[in-house]
């Protein structure tokens, strides 16, 4: 039997190191199958560019890490042409993306079924000129992802962000942004745009009716009159906006621009992404995952 062969590219300083003392177990389980793995280690995603050593020869590649790891691994291969089949072992704070697709985070159960899967393609974000999986925001919610002490998110995971997002609300502040798309344009005073293709935000379902593999972001604006029009966030989560609502709009769109008179930072899947004036595009069934239930 000729051996297969898999990379393994992993954070050890995710879930606590969890990885190091599961690391035999994947090989077992991958041998048992018939595979030989080549370990990859990232601390600070420094000498990258020797991910792609020999890259055409394997299978599929496996990422453990949180969404910030997977997300940077993602886009690096993305940027290098690199379209073999992905399989994710999830071990960040609040594992969104994995959430979303239905990966176990019991690693030995999880590796059997990327073995025994065939691949799905689901959707691809890019932010002019960076990939991201999940979600991609300016606002308000960039400042809570990005200003959590990492230290807490270790101690009290997403709880972390919590209780910032509570804090970062006390002191909201708007922002002049002009907002481009086919479906829907405007310039206005804005607390918050949430670009989903995926569903949730720190592990919290928002875009309810988004789906990862037609093609769309799911878009949610937040505008500076959202506090005197609270009951429209109730409108949201029972589904009865209507174009007559005026602090939060919902929308459906392939691609969008946002620009700022201020030059204010994305945030993509909780990792620091570009100022504004930014391009956002879906790109549709753009990549390939393994050992996932959702279509």
């Not at 000129?129 to 995971?157: C, E, H, P, W």
């Given at each position: 039997?000729?051996l297969k062969?898999?990379k393994l590219?992993?954070?050890?300083k995710?879930g606590?190191?969890?990885?190091?003392e599961?690391?035999?177990k994947?090989?077992e389980?991958?041998?048992?199958?018939?595979?030989t793995?080549d370990l990859?280690?990232?601390?600070?995603?420094?000498d990258?560019?020797?991910v792609?050593e020999?890259?055409?020869?394997?299978q599929?590649?496996l990422?453990?890490?949180g969404d910030?790891t997977i997300?940077r691994?993602?886009?690096?291969l993305k940027?290098h042409?690199?379209?073999?089949?992905?399989?994710?072992i999830?071990?960040?704070?609040?594992?969104d993306?994995?959430s979303?697709l239905g990966?176990?985070?019991?690693?030995?159960?999880n590796?059997e079924?990327?073995?025994?899967?065939?691949?799905?393609?689901?959707?691809?974000?890019?932010i002019?000129d960076?990939?991201?999986?999940?979600?991609?925001?300016?606002?308000?919610?960039?400042?809570?992802?990005q200003?959590?002490d990492?230290?807490m998110?270790?101690?009290i995971?997403?709880?972390?962000?919590?209780?910032?997002g509570?804090?970062?609300?006390?002191k909201m502040k708007k922002?002049k942004?002009?907002?481009e798309s086919?479906?829907y344009t405007v310039v206005?005073?804005?607390?918050?745009?949430?670009v989903f293709?995926g569903?949730t935000?720190?592990s919290?379902?928002i875009?309810y009716?988004?789906?990862?593999?037609?093609?769309?972001f799911?878009?949610?604006?937040l505008?500076?009159?959202?506090?005197?029009?609270i009951?429209e966030?109730?409108a949201?989560?029972?589904?009865?906006?209507?174009?007559?609502?005026?602090a939060i709009?919902y929308f459906?769109?392939?691609?969008l621009?946002i620009?700022?008179?201020?030059?204010l930072?994305?945030d993509?899947?909780?990792?620091?992404?570009?100022?504004?004036?930014?391009v956002?595009?879906?790109?549709?069934?753009g990549i390939?995952?393994?050992?996932?239930?959702k279509?």
């Amino acid at each position: 039997m000729s051996l297969k062969h898999v990379k393994l590219i992993y954070n050890p300083k995710s879930g606590k190191g969890r990885i190091i003392e599961s690391i035999d177990k994947i090989v077992e389980i991958y041998q048992k199958y018939g595979y030989t793995i080549d370990l990859f280690r990232i601390d600070g995603f420094s000498d990258k560019e020797k991910v792609l050593e020999e890259i055409e020869n394997y299978q599929h590649i496996l990422i453990s890490g949180g969404d910030g790891t997977i997300n940077r691994c993602i886009d690096f291969l993305k940027k290098h042409n690199v379209d073999i089949p992905i399989g994710i072992i999830p071990l960040g704070t609040a594992n969104d993306f994995a959430s979303l697709l239905g990966i176990s985070q019991d690693i030995a159960k999880n590796c059997e079924r990327i073995i025994n899967s065939k691949p799905k393609k689901i959707d691809l974000g890019k932010i002019n000129d960076r990939y991201f999986l999940n979600i991609a925001s300016v606002g308000i919610f960039s400042n809570v992802s990005q200003g959590t002490d990492r230290d807490m998110i270790k101690k009290i995971g997403k709880l972390a962000y919590v209780f910032n997002g509570i804090k970062e609300l006390s002191k909201m502040k708007k922002e002049k942004l002009i907002i481009e798309s086919r479906e829907y344009t405007v310039v206005s005073d804005i607390l918050a745009v949430l670009v989903f293709n995926g569903k949730t935000a720190g592990s919290f379902e928002i875009a309810y009716d988004s789906k990862i593999d037609d093609g769309y972001f799911d878009v949610i604006v937040l505008k500076d009159n959202i506090l005197a029009n609270i009951s429209e966030l109730g409108a949201y989560f029972t589904k009865s906006l209507t174009d007559q609502n005026v602090a939060i709009k919902y929308f459906k769109t392939r691609k969008l621009k946002i620009t700022g008179v201020n030059n204010l930072v994305t945030d993509i899947d909780g990792e620091l992404g570009p100022a504004l004036p930014v391009v956002i595009e879906c790109i549709k069934q753009g990549i390939e995952i393994l050992g996932i239930d959702k279509n």
